[in-house]
């Protein structure tokens, strides 16, 4: 699809050559993640995770599916209905475990494949549509995970789509109506679990379809590479199938290994233990935290702690949210041509501190509430924005990057010997230069 | 533009940031939070092991079985077991007619309705039944129990921290209040004078709030008369009644286990031989231009020719 040198697809059967001419799937396939789709040669590990991101969508749709029909939606039989997957359907419990870590595994794979794009500037010209596409589906994940977690009825299932839903409530004059008509109710109950069951049901197919757009837009420039730098002939890529096929295959396996421990060997460990406790809605747990994947924006969220202006509630919703939406806006927020942060001495610090304050947010997300952890949670959650409103875009006005290898084959092939411009840059013609300072 | 607007936002965000920093960290040394006798005295599960523990657990079946006994003849006065049925027991090791028994025998009955006069009414439990509740609801569960509810125990392993070693520290952590100390050497009551545990409860440290409604259910050695000759000391029903209900949250763990090394040796074969198949694949492809598909030299030839017809350079 997207280089001249794309190889066409030949079919080899009849059967297909009839197939192709009335309707060229086949050669939609082929072009898509077959030998058709040339890729650079120099992927490193950390572009396995868009197909493990496909895997993890693909387990949960299955797994979901067949959950469903055991499952029933009714707020006094949820949480029976639950056990009885666990206990009487047969097999019910991979099932069940499966799905219920299968959300962590997800949400996993793509914090790897977020903090991929961030480190390798993937979300910068000409893949910003497959960025923002991209995290619509993390947004979309988010509403689905959520819901999900609802369906047992268990005690934080309970609590925390009250909380959740309690984040309308902030927002001021139809807040609370809003709340109420989403829920269907004062608190959430049967018409909040059927309607989240719905949803629950409905929006992985939603993915599936963004994924579709997502791979389209992606195959326009094709995919990105640790250089940061354009594909320019044939020798720079591969094709897709075998060799990427391959890679992928192992990816795969090393990753449902993992994921394979903590199916059979530690299916609490993600969990919350007063989820095995039937909702109440006249108990409030202890001490209420959402899973693991929601705990930085958690911290976030109650961090903010003062009225100023607006209240501190609604601040700390608009925060949460920001958080979020702030992605969208990367590729106008950070300015630098040069995508890779192998090439950009100073971004590359910023991005490893920026990693170590979301794990520090994750960290507080979960953590009772204390003088010291609040503060904590504080510090953070400021740097957060810092990071990515102000110290991001005048890093990139200010930072001289190192020289990039003339091309992707060069820096394969001979080592990094020579340099070249950005996207956008390029001069044409290849110019000679001094062997690149950084080795 | 973008970045003009980010950047104020972000001010915006940071600036109410510091300042919740700024009043809430003056708020906190001004007002130390008073520290909890929960978080001075509550403990954390004791270290045992079960055999159920780990990658490998399987269940002691004679363990699970004086468990069961002991449910039976102490636990079962008060707490239900929901979501396991009698024949389950036969997982146990327990035979058929053994199991008949049990069921014929349970001390509760099953509510049902008379046939003839459609009045509500009771009936022994049959093997296909779920262990029937002592109580016939909530309300009748407190008012037996000084207003506190006895949780069913048929996820009590999964539904607490520290799972069924919790449940044996539980069991077996009741103290006398007076004069209790904690590791640090404080004492409870000198400390926290107005903790004092009240009427009808029982000072328990490790129970989250140090009072809990339930009466020490294990007191004396020798309570139970073990099946198996195995001496029934406290710390040994304790012990064996944890791990019945390791059984009753999970009775396929096992299965799990099991299939879990299956899964595992299968995935780890895979996961070799597909590396090997990468390796083999690529061992050119870094070095050197590989020559199959769309590389090879024929086709780039094709290629080439293609381009100079259409008139493009290179």
């Known amino acids: ?439 | 533009m973008v970045r003009i607007i980010g950047f104020f936002i972000g001010l915006g965000f940071v600036g109410v940031l510091l300042l919740s920093l700024i009043v809430n960290g003056v708020d906190s040394i001004k007002n130390p939070p008073p520290a909890t006798a929960e978080e001075e005295f509550h403990l954390g599960a004791k270290d045992v092991r079960f055999a159920s523990d780990g990658a490998f657990g399987r269940f002691d079946r004679e363990q699970v079985q004086r468990g069961f006994q002991i449910y039976k003849e102490v636990c079962s006065a008060c707490h239900s077991l929901k979501y396991v049925s009698f024949y389950q027991l036969k997982d146990l090791g327990y035979n058929e007619a053994e199991v008949k028994a049990i069921a014929n025998q349970w001390a509760i009955e099953v509510p049902t309705v008379n046939p003839e006069t459609g009045e509500p009414s009771t009936r022994k439990a049959l093997i296909s039944d779920r262990f029937p509740s002592p109580y016939a609801n909530e309300t009748a569960a407190r008012a037996a129990n000084n207003n506190a509810l006895p949780p069913d125990l048929s996820l009590i392993t999964e539904s607490r921290e520290g799972g069924a070693h919790y449940v044996y520290s539980l069991l077996t952590g009741y103290r006398n209040q007076q004069g209790y100390r904690n590791a640090k050497g404080q004492e409870l009551l000198k400390e926290f004078p107005d903790v004092k545990t009240p009427a009808g409860l029982h000072f328990n440290p490790y129970f989250a709030n140090l009072n809990i409604a339930m009466p020490p259910p294990l007191t004396s050695d020798g309570q139970v008369t073990f099946a198996d000759g195995t001496k029934s000391t406290v710390d040994q029903m304790a012990k064996d009644v944890s791990a019945f209900l390791v059984w009753t949250a999970e009775p396929t763990l096992e299965n799990r286990h099991r299939a879990g090394w299956v899964t595992m040796l299968f995935l780890l074969t895979a996961t070799v031989l597909a590396y090997l198949a990468y390796r083999n694949l690529w061992a050119n492809a870094k070095r050197e231009v590989s020559v199959r598909g769309p590389l090879e030299p024929a086709f780039r030839e094709r290629m080439n020719e293609q381009k100079a017809e259409r008139g493009i350079a290179g």
């Open chain 1, 1 to 439: 699809m997207s280089f001249a040198w794309a190889k066409p697809y030949e079919p080899t059967s009849p059967f297909m050559k009839w197939v192709d001419e009335r309707l060229p799937v086949p050669r939609l396939v082929y072009g898509a993640i077959g030998g058709g789709y040339p890729v650079p040669r120099n992927l490193n590990y950390f572009w396995n995770f868009g197909v493990l991101a496909g895997l993890a969508l693909m387990i949960q749709i299955i797994t979901g599916i067949v959950l469903a029909m055991h499952y029933y939606s009714y707020a006094g039989g949820a949480f029976d209905s639950v056990e009885r997957i666990m206990r009487d359907v047969p097999a019910g419990w991979v099932l069940r475990y499966v799905h219920q870590n299968g959300a962590s595994f997800f949400f996993a794979i793509i914090y790897i494949h977020i903090f991929r794009g961030l480190f390798y500037g993937s979300y910068k010209a000409p893949r910003e549509m497959v960025w923002m596409l991209g995290v619509t589906i993390y947004l979309l994940m988010m509403a689905t995970a959520f819901m999900g977690y609802v369906l047992p009825w268990g005690q934080m299932s309970y609590w925390g789509a009250q909380v959740i839903t309690g984040f309308f409530s902030a927002i001021p004059v139809v807040g609370e109506p809003l709340r109420i008509f989403l829920l269907g109710g004062y608190a959430p109950d049967q018409a909040a679990l059927t309607r989240f069951f719905s949803l629950h049901y409905l929006l992985p197919f939603i993915i599936a379809a963004v994924t579709i757009l997502k791979i389209w837009a992606l195959h326009i420039p094709g995919s990105s590479n640790p250089t940061g730098v354009d594909v320019k002939d044939e020798k720079d890529t591969l094709p897709f199938h075998p060799f990427y096929t391959a890679k992928d295959g192992f990816g795969i396996g090393v990753a449902l290994l993992i994921f394979s421990i903590f199916i059979f060997f530690l299916p609490y460990s993600l969990g919350h233990p007063d989820n095995y406790i039937e909702a109440n809605p006249l108990v409030t747990p202890a001490h209420i935290v959402p899973e693991w994947y929601f705990w930085p924006f958690y911290a976030i969220l109650r961090s903010f702690t003062v009225d100023f202006i607006l209240p501190a509630k609604l601040w700390g919703v608009l925060a949460m949210f920001s958080a979020v939406l702030v992605l969208f806006f990367l590729t106008w927020l950070d300015r630098s041509p040069v995508r890779s942060s192998s090439y950009r001495p100073v971004y590359k610090i910023f991005f490893w501190v920026l990693v170590a304050d979301i794990i520090v947010l994750g960290y507080v997300g979960q953590a009772h509430i204390t003088p010291l952890n609040v503060a904590l949670g504080q510090v953070a959650s400021a740097y957060y924005f810092l990071h990515f409103l102000i110290i991001l875009p005048l890093v990139s006005k200010f930072e001289r990057p190192l020289p990039l290898p003339n091309s992707i084959s060069e820096s394969v092939l001979h080592g990094e010997k020579q340099e070249s411009a950005p996207f956008g840059l390029a001069t044409t013609g290849s110019t000679t230069a001094a062997p690149a300072a950084a080795e």
